[in-house]
């Protein structure tokens, strides 16, 4: 994970030391597991962009594996950073998130059930620098406040 998107992901979650490795002992210490939803290549055969979802099906297999570990260690909760995300839990079944969006669905939890495995799971934009657009409309202090909440519950 990149020094930016880092700080803004601790920031977010209350965590006050967000450089270095002080930050992220935090961060696992409150049991959370961050999982990215693409953490293999696919094979570029020019310059364009490589399609999305050709990246989500190559990596299908590895993120469902890391849910599953994460639920095997207690994770109940999911929380969605961005489009490439929410895409690749509607690829592996989540099918509750089938109409939803990061833009328009942004600080809504749903409740899921992929495999007998039951999920609540909250929808936000990647709070990255291209995503300035939805950081103001997503991440004002009512969602990191509704996030804080859902966080918290048991």
């Given at each position: ?17 967000v450089g270095g ?71 592996l079944g989540f ?14 939890v749903v409740e ?43």
């Amino acid at each position: 994970m990149g020094n930016f998107l880092r700080e803004r992901l601790l920031r977010l979650l209350g965590i006050c030391a967000v450089g270095g490795e002080e930050g992220l002992r935090e961060f696992q210490e409150r049991g959370y597991f961050l999982v990215d939803a693409v953490e293999c290549r696919v094979k570029r055969t020019c310059e364009s962009a490589v399609p999305l979802l050709e990246v989500i099906n190559n990596c299908s297999n590895l993120l469902s594996a890391k849910i599953e570990l994460a639920r095997t260690r207690g994770a109940k909760k999911i929380v969605i950073l961005g489009s490439t995300a929410i895409q690749a839990l509607k690829e592996l079944g989540f099918n509750e998130l089938r109409e939803k969006s990061v833009a328009k669905n942004c600080g809504e939890v749903v409740e899921s059930r992929i495999e007998s495995r039951e999920f609540k799971i909250f929808i936000l934009p990647l709070p990255a620098k291209w995503g300035v657009k939805y950081i103001k409309q997503c991440y004002m202090d009512e969602v990191k406040a509704k996030l804080a909440r859902f966080l918290e519950e048991k």
